[in-house]
T-cell receptor, first 117, second 114 residues
């Protein structure tokens, strides 16, 4: 079974600064996907970024980038130029990539990020 | 281009009543996933359905919970004889095909059992 651990229950950052959220995972799989989801106060789950484990290059989406360390099973999210709208709960998630199993997301407990003006 | 729709957004039920949660996937999507988020927790997978088929229900509690995705109409998550521990947010996601790595989530239904 896979597990996802987010060791920072809460974090805060000043507007326009950079913040990094940590995530580690445990799996015996060699092929998988990793995700960061954002859940603002509206509770809507929004995909921030996705990384395929076979790709060495770290994924980037505008101000959001990841540091994927496969050997260390670490997948951190960096948010640059933080904005007030980034205030949300952030969830790290894992999905196997094997045969017909590309669907079950396993989530961490989340990190509540507050961006202060 | 409508996203995943869930209704109701909020549902209050007394202990022992039934709860029915509905999910309409994105247009063109025929795969639906249900997740439950307990307070202070991440989402946990419950069930994966395709039209008229349950593909994986390994995350569903053995009793009182059932899910369906009929040929016509929304997917339904049904909880019979609700208890206080069923209070949670229930999220539905959908995808276009077998590769579920592109799951689009609905806004969730918050169930409160009094």
């Amino acid at each position: 079974a896979q597990t996802v651990t987010q060791s920072q229950p809460e974090m805060s950052v000043q507007e326009a600064e950079t913040v990094t959220l940590s995530c580690t995972y445990d799996t015996s799989e060699s092929n998988y996907y990793l995700f960061w989801y954002k859940q603002p106060p509206s509770r809507q789950m929004i995909l921030v970024i996705r990384q395929e484990a076979y790709k060495q290059q770290n994924a980037t989406e505008n101000r959001f980038s990841v540091n994927f360390q496969k050997a260390a099973k670490s997948f951190s999210l960096k948010i640059s130029d933080s904005q007030l709208g980034d205030t949300a709960m952030y969830f790290c998630a894992f999905m196997k990539h094997s045969g017909g199993s590309n669907y079950k997301l396993t989530f961490g407990k989340g990190t509540l990020l507050t961006v202060n003006p | 281009n409508a996203g995943v729709m869930q209704n109701p957004r909020h549902l209050v039920r007394r202990r022992g009543q039934e709860a029915r949660l509905r999910c309409s996937p994105m247009k063109g999507h025929s795969h639906v996933y249900w997740y439950r988020q307990l307070p202070e927790e991440g989402l946990k997978f419950m069930v994966y359905l395709q039209k008229e088929n349950i593909i994986d229900e390994s995350g569903m509690p053995k009793e009182r919970f059932s899910a369906e995705f009929p040929k016509e109409g929304p997917s339904i998550l049904r909880i019979q004889q609700v208890v206080r521990g069923d209070s949670a947010a229930y999220f539905c996601a959908s995808s276009a095909g077998w590769n579920g790595y592109e799951q689009y989530f609905g806004p969730g239904t918050r169930l409160t059992v009094t």
